[in-house]
């Protein structure tokens, strides 16, 4: 059994370990070794929760880093509260996949009325999404790739560089990504800054350099109040930006000829990251939470997208029930799935909003389940949506949701229960209502931009339920620091080395996460 508290007592001593370093380097003027030691501690703290969202200390290293080493630029004279033509989308990195990036891209698909430029700070060797640099150029903007191999100060003056000829900054940044911070934090003197809080459940830095946080959804939205410390009216709503529902490429039937599902299956689709489906032992796990479901309908079939079918876990539960419930990897186009699907379920524990979304988009029926009182911060991993309001979709009880599940399952009706659904994401997430709220977000944010700095409420003295669980969660390998490779071969060597790394670390901070997947292959290939 876990001992969350001491759990969350470990991971606050190594972030401060962390903070520590980045604070010795940065009294010595190694400036650049101090952003690298302060984006290892907010990684951690992002990846290994040490019992607060937001840390003072790490935003006061970046601020004089900021004012010490990151050269000023002569802005022009420019009213920032008059009208908004160029805005500026910045990244730590663009995946194909993903919502993260596929909110950016529709964003600016949406907004018709903007020149939109995306700058993207951390990339590597990932490709970026054509769908992404397509949509930025048609605006009459476009997509910059900075190099990050010159190290994150040099990356961060080439952002406050780059934001000087545009109206409006939004940050769809990594949690841990210190470059934008680097930017603006030594100075007032920069357009509007907003803040998407597309990861709502976990750490993360920026808040100091932003004029509002645009939340995705309440949960999120409670949760940067509470332990972030934004004041109301900087703490503002903007619903995830969706495309306009298309027809099916596919009719039902054809889908599940493709698929190999009987026309009498009733297929449950669920579609996620891996990590989102890992469990945690006697609190919430997939297969054993719909085990029932498979257990009295004969005739059901699960499939979940994400995971890989190699995986020991699914690879249990496909043996248990006979194939029913099925991983089938990472697939770069989900809309055969969603036109052979009846029913769609949400990710657990940490939920999926983008991809429910989408399946409603699609027209089917969702439901989504926590194992959380629906007061407390942890109904942050359930999947609250204003579209939902007015349906049945999330559940905090178990019973009553796997009650739902029958009744959908069994249900004459569950077409006309996801039309309703597909009305009303239409109306909340795409075209004139999400623009008109778009519009006031600009006006908001500009107004907010006139009362800096940002003043702050912060109270992170507290540890509740959601903190235990979220540390709890996250005690698994597959949570380690992502974005090491994104520093210079020599400060992520330097970062490792104060903690006495094995030669296995060492080795994946030397070899690119493409050239080690390509190893694995080729070794898996010889067996």
């Known amino acids: 059994?876990?001992?969350?508290?001491?759990?969350?007592?470990?991971?606050?001593?190594?972030?401060?370990?962390?903070?520590?370093?980045?604070?010795?380097?940065?009294?010595?003027?190694?400036?650049?070794?101090?952003?690298?030691?302060?984006?290892?501690?907010?990684?951690?703290?992002?990846?290994?929760?040490?019992?607060?969202?937001?840390?003072?200390?790490?935003?006061?290293?970046?601020?004089?880093?900021?004012?010490?080493?990151?050269?000023?630029?002569?802005?022009?004279?420019?009213?920032?509260?008059?009208?908004?033509?160029?805005?500026?989308?910045?990244?730590?990195?663009?995946?194909?996949?993903?919502?993260?990036?596929?909110?950016?891209?529709?964003?600016?698909?949406?907004?018709?009325?903007?020149?939109?430029?995306?700058?993207?700070?951390?990339?590597?060797?990932?490709?970026?999404?054509?769908?992404?640099?397509?949509?930025?150029?048609?605006?009459?903007?476009?997509?910059?790739?900075?190099?990050?191999?010159?190290?994150?100060?040099?990356?961060?003056?080439?952002?406050?560089?780059?934001?000087?000829?545009?109206?409006?900054?939004?940050?769809?940044?990594?949690?841990?990504?210190?470059?934008?911070t680097l930017a603006f934090a030594g100075s007032f003197d920069h357009p509007p800054i907003a803040y998407l809080n597309h990861a709502d459940h976990v750490f993360w830095i920026g808040s100091e350099i932003c004029d509002a946080t645009l939340n995705l959804r309440r949960s999120g939205m409670r949760l940067s109040a509470a332990r972030r410390g934004i004041p109301p009216q900087r703490n503002l709503l903007l619903p995830i930006p969706l495309c306009a529902p298309s027809g099916r490429e596919l009719s039902r039937a054809q889908a599940r000829k493709h698929l190999?599902?009987?026309?009498?299956?009733?297929?449950?689709?669920?579609?996620?990251?891996?990590?989102?489906?890992?469990?945690?032992?006697?609190?919430?796990?997939?297969?054993?939470?719909?085990?029932?479901?498979?257990?009295?309908?004969?005739?059901?079939?699960?499939?979940?997208?994400?995971?890989?079918d190699d995986d020991p876990y699914w690879r249990q539960w496909a043996h248990r029930t006979q194939g029913r419930m099925q991983a089938v990897g990472h697939q770069k186009d989900t809309s055969t799935f969603l036109a052979a699907a009846d029913i769609y379920c949400d990710s657990v524990p940490i939920n999926s909003v983008t991809s429910l979304l989408e399946a409603a988009s699609a027209g089917l029926p969702c439901v989504s389940w926590t194992p959380h009182k629906p007061e407390s911060l942890s109904s942050t991993l359930s999947c609250d949506d204003l579209a939902f309001d007015a349906d049945p979709v999330g559940f905090f009880d178990r019973q009553q949701y796997i009650a739902r599940l029958n009744t959908l399952i069994n249900s004459s009706h569950r077409t006309d229960i996801g039309?309703?659904?597909?009305?009303?994401?239409?109306?909340?997430?795409?075209?004139?209502?999400?623009?008109?709220?778009?519009?006031?977000?600009?006006?908001?944010?500009?107004?907010?931009?006139?009362?800096?700095?940002?003043?702050?409420?912060?109270?992170?003295?507290?540890?509740e339920e959601y903190d235990e669980f979220l540390a709890s969660w996250q005690e698994q390998d597959q949570f380690r620091e992502p974005l090491l490779d994104s520093l210079p071969l020599a400060l992520r060597l330097q970062v490792l080395f104060v903690r006495k790394p094995s030669m296995r670390e060492l080795m994946n901070a030397m070899v690119s996460k493409q050239a080690s997947q390509a190893l694995k292959r080729f070794m898996a290939s010889l067996k």
């Open 1 to 180: 059994m876990i001992d969350a508290r001491q759990l969350l007592v470990d991971n606050r001593m190594e972030f401060e370990f962390y903070l520590r370093k980045a604070q010795s380097h940065c009294r010595s003027e190694e400036y650049e070794r101090a952003a690298a030691f302060a984006q290892t501690a907010a990684g951690h703290a992002w990846l290994r929760h040490p019992g607060f969202f937001h840390s003072p200390e790490l935003a006061t290293i970046l601020t004089e880093i900021s004012y010490k080493a990151i050269p000023a630029v002569d802005l022009p004279t420019r009213d920032y509260n008059g009208e908004v033509r160029r805005i500026l989308h910045i990244m730590t990195r663009a995946f194909e996949t993903g919502g993260h990036t596929r909110l950016v891209w529709n964003w600016i698909r949406a907004d018709q009325q903007h020149e939109h430029r995306v700058v993207v700070t951390q990339q590597g060797s990932n490709k970026i999404p054509t769908r992404l640099s397509d949509a930025a150029k048609n605006s009459g903007g476009g997509l910059l790739v900075l190099d990050a191999s010159g190290g994150l100060v040099r990356t961060a003056a080439a952002i406050r560089r780059i934001s000087q000829d545009v109206d409006f900054i939004v940050l769809h940044i990594h949690p841990n990504d210190v470059t934008t």
């Open 419 to 463: 039309a309703g659904l597909r009305k009303a994401l239409v109306h909340v997430h795409i075209g004139d209502d999400w623009l008109e709220r778009l519009s006031s977000v600009y006006a908001d944010v500009r107004a907010q931009a006139n009362n800096r700095p940002p003043e702050s409420n912060l109270n992170t003295g507290f540890v």
């Open 260 to 308: 190999a599902i009987a026309d009498d299956e009733i297929m449950i689709l669920s579609v996620a990251s891996a990590y989102k489906f890992l469990p945690i032992a006697d609190v919430v796990d997939f297969g054993q939470i719909h085990e029932p479901i498979l257990s009295d309908n004969a005739h059901v079939k699960f499939i979940v997208i994400g995971p890989s």
